[in-house]
């Protein structure tokens, strides 16, 4: 309810053009969390001057304890969808500036109106972190205005309003100023850094299409070759029969060295369906099938639960533990079975791959750079992964344990 009255606020001024298509999800979250933790400071210290020597009677106790529990329900309403991972759209902190403005205006009010010392004070962070929020700099001047006029109500109408004789309109106009020069100083600031993310963003897409534009080409070229060097040596094996031991040991070693040159091939073609928006569970299940097509080494994947969104980065990293895990089993290990599992929790998700082999040796972390690179994409996601030297099916298992909100 509180959304779609923002947003009819917002159609009615004709400014929902300038803010919706201007927050991406993370920031978003980012941004509604910090509010959250700003409103529960801000919460604590009105208790406090609530609380502490009052000089009020209880009429205007009990129109603070109202203005508190609204503040107080409305923050722990938000921190409650934060913590269920429930979505927080833009509206909902529309909603969360405009109550603060409502909630500062009606404290004003009830405490004097401008003859009251800090409570105009309010004012400043919910213009600020509005200001931060909506990059549009016409927006945020309607906004000032409007805050500043219903200010200037206050203090003309409440209390005992301006006292001309002690100056109280240039202290006003002082504040009002203030106001706008708060607002107009954190737009700029959010707008800057607003272009430096779009720029960003920018390069990331363009890096993501030349991943796609690389991966295309390595199939259509260099992969393609390797296919038809690897059918051709298997023929030049059955032609040469049994009798040059050496030249078909030699075919063979060549035929395994095309095979892992295939594998290592399929790895930027089937994580580019990553970059094009594919999802982890989707892509993996590709290169599971890839895997067992290239080398003859049998593969499954299972996968529980439903996929929460993921970073590209986060879909990238577990990819790459999984790629490595199953060369680590066509290479080194002689397996003859692998198995895939993926399993999205709500909080966590769990990528394992165990196979059938010889298992790894005490120094396993030591050879090569393949178990570094897992461990490095593991920290990218925010998790850990953890090695079973003789796993559930009696070669190594390798698990991943990365949290959900990464």
Excluded at 34 to 43: D, G, P, T
Excluded at 240 to 252: S, V
Excluded at 285 to 311: I, K, Q, W, Y
Excluded at 344 to 363: A, C, H, Q, T, Y
């Amino acid at each position: 309810m509180v959304p779609r009255l923002a947003t009819k606020a917002a159609n009615a001024v004709r400014v929902v053009k300038i803010t919706v298509n201007q927050f991406d999800p993370d920031g978003l979250k980012y941004f509604t969390t910090v509010s959250v933790r700003a409103h529960w400071l801000i919460s604590v210290i009105c208790l406090i001057e609530l609380v502490y020597r009052p000089h009020y009677g209880m009429i205007k106790f009990a129109a603070y304890g109202v203005i508190m529990a609204a503040l107080i329900g409305f923050t722990a309403f938000l921190h409650y969808r934060l913590r269920s991972n429930r979505p927080v759209t833009w509206h909902w902190l529309l909603a969360l500036y405009g109550l603060d403005v409502l909630l500062v205006s009606a404290g004003t009010a009830i405490s004097g109106g401008f003859s009251h010392d800090f409570f105009h004070l309010f004012y400043y962070p919910a213009m600020a972190a509005f200001a931060a929020m909506f990059t549009s700099f016409r927006l945020n001047m309607l906004w000032v205005t409007m805050v500043s006029l219903v200010y200037l109500g206050i203090s003309l109408t409440a209390g005992a309003g301006l006292d001309l004789g002690d100056r109280d309109e240039k202290t006003l106009l002082a504040r009002v100023a203030v106001m706008y020069a708060v607002v107009a100083a954190v737009n700029v600031a959010s707008r800057f850094e607003r272009i430096r993310w779009q720029q960003s963003v920018e390069r990331e897409r363009a890096l993501e299409r030349e991943r796609v534009e690389v991966s295309q080409a390595i199939h259509d070229t260099a992969a393609q070759s390797v296919f038809l060097i690897g059918m051709g040596i298997d023929t030049a094996k059955e032609l040469a029969g049994h009798g040059n031991p050496e030249l078909i040991a030699t075919l063979e070693a060549t035929s395994a060295l095309s095979r892992s040159t295939m594998w290592e091939l399929r790895r930027p073609i089937d994580i580019a369906g990553i970059y094009e928006g594919r999802e982890l569970g989707r892509a993996l299940r590709s290169h599971v099938s890839s895997f067992t097509n290239v080398t003859s080494v049998v593969a499954d994947m299972t996968e529980t639960g439903v996929e929460p969104s993921l970073s590209v980065e986060a879909k990238s990293s577990l990819f790459s533990i999984a790629h490595n895990a199953l060369t680590n089993a066509f290479r080194h290990a002689g397996a003859s079975r692998v198995s895939v599992g993926l399993e999205f929790g709500e909080k966590d998700i769990r990528l394992r791959v165990s196979d059938d082999g010889i298992g790894l040796p005490d120094n396993y972390a030591e050879r090569g750079h393949g178990f570094a690179n897992m461990c490095m994409a593991a920290e990218r996601t925010g998790g850990r992964l953890s090695v079973e030297q003789k796993g559930e099916m009696g070669g190594a298992t390798i698990t991943c344990l990365a949290p959900v909100d990464r």
